[in-house]
C-alpha cells in the first residue's frame, strides 16, 4: 500500500516552455500533497504543500506564479513549471499524506531545461 | 538555519555489523521524526517513524532511538545487509502543525561485503 506515482520520470524542454508533472496516489486518499526539489548531493526542499481543493501554501522563496500547483482531486496534484530556465533544472519529487504523520513519496522527475 | 542536522555525509559499514546513523534536531516543537532511505535518482522510501512520546520503536532489523533532552535520534540497522546501501535522510515534523517535514542533509551508507 501508500504508492505515489509520478509523470513523467524525466522530461527534457526548451527554455521558455513550461512542463507540467503529476502526482498521483494510487492507493489511497490524499489530504496534503507536498512538492520537494533536490539538487544534486543535497538534501530534500519542500517547495509547497497542497490540499485538495483549496490553494497551495508555498515556502518563502519559492515563486508561486513560477511554480503552479493543482491539487484537483484526492489523487491528484500537478505542479507546472511555467517559462522554464536552466536553473529549473533539477529532481522534483512529490509526497503524499492521507491522515497518518507519515508522507510517501513518488520516485522523482528529472527535469532538464535546455 | 538548518533544524534537522546529518553531521555524518557518509558511513562505512561491514557486512554483518551493527549501522547507526545519527540525526539531531534544534527545534523542541517536533514531534514525530521519521526515517528515509534514498537511491540516486528515486524518490525516498519510508522506513521507520517514532513520535515524541516514544524512545524507541523497533520495525525488523530498523530501530530509531530518540533522546528528546538532547534533541537527538538515531537509526540502528542490524544486520547490515548490502542492500541497505543508500543515501539515509531523517526528517522532523510537528503534528498539529502545517505537518510539514525538515529534512536534514542525508549520510550516505556504504556496506562493504
Known amino acids: 500500500g501508500a504508492v505515489v506515482s509520478q509523470h513523467p520520470s524525466w522530461v527534457i524542454c526548451k527554455s521558455g516552455t513550461s512542463v507540467k508533472i503529476e502526482c498521483r496516489s494510487l492507493d489511497f486518499q490524499a489530504t496534503t500533497m507536498f512538492w520537494y526539489r533536490q539538487f544534486p548531493k543535497q538534501s530534500l526542499m519542500l517547495m509547497a504543500t497542497?490540499?485538495?481543493?483549496?490553494?497551495?501554501?508555498?515556502e518563502q522563496g519559492v515563486e508561486k506564479d513560477k511554480f503552479l500547483i493543482n491539487h484537483a482531486s484526492l489523487t491528484l496534484s500537478t505542479l507546472t513549471v511555467t517559462s522554464a530556465h536552466p536553473e529549473d533544472s533539477s529532481f522534483y519529487i512529490c509526497?503524499?499524506?492521507?491522515?497518518?504523520?507519515?508522507?510517501?513519496f513518488g520516485p522523482g522527475t528529472r527535469l532538464t531545461v535546455t | 538555519d538548518q533544524q534537522v542536522k546529518q553531521n555524518s555525509p557518509s558511513l562505512s559499514v561491514q557486512e554483518g555489523r551493527i549501522s547507526i546513523l545519527n540525526c539531531d534536531y534544534t527545534?523542541?516543537?517536533?514531534?514525530?521524526f521519521l526515517w528515509y532511505k534514498k537511491y540516486p535518482a528515486e524518490g525516498p522510501t519510508f522506513l521507520i517513524s517514532?513520535?515524541?512520546?516514544?524512545d524507541k520503536n523497533e520495525d525488523g532489523r530498523f530501530t530509531v532511538f530518540l533522546n528528546k533532552s538532547a534533541k537527538h535520534l538515531s537509526l540502528h540497522i542490524v544486520p547490515s545487509q548490502p542492500g541497505d546501501s543508500a543515501v539515509y535522510f531523517c526528517?522532523?515534523?510537528?503534528?498539529?502543525?502545517?505537518?510539514?517535514?525538515?529534512f536534514g542533509q542525508g549520510t550516505r551508507l556504504t556496506i562493504n561485503p
Open positions: 526528517a522532523a515534523g510537528i503534528i498539529q502543525g502545517a505537518q510539514k517535514l525538515v
Open positions: 527545534n523542541s516543537m517536533f514531534d514525530y
Open positions: 517514532i513520535s515524541s512520546i516514544k
Open positions: 509526497s503524499a499524506r492521507s491522515g497518518t504523520w507519515e508522507q510517501y
Open positions: 497542497s490540499n485538495e481543493g483549496s490553494k497551495a501554501t508555498y
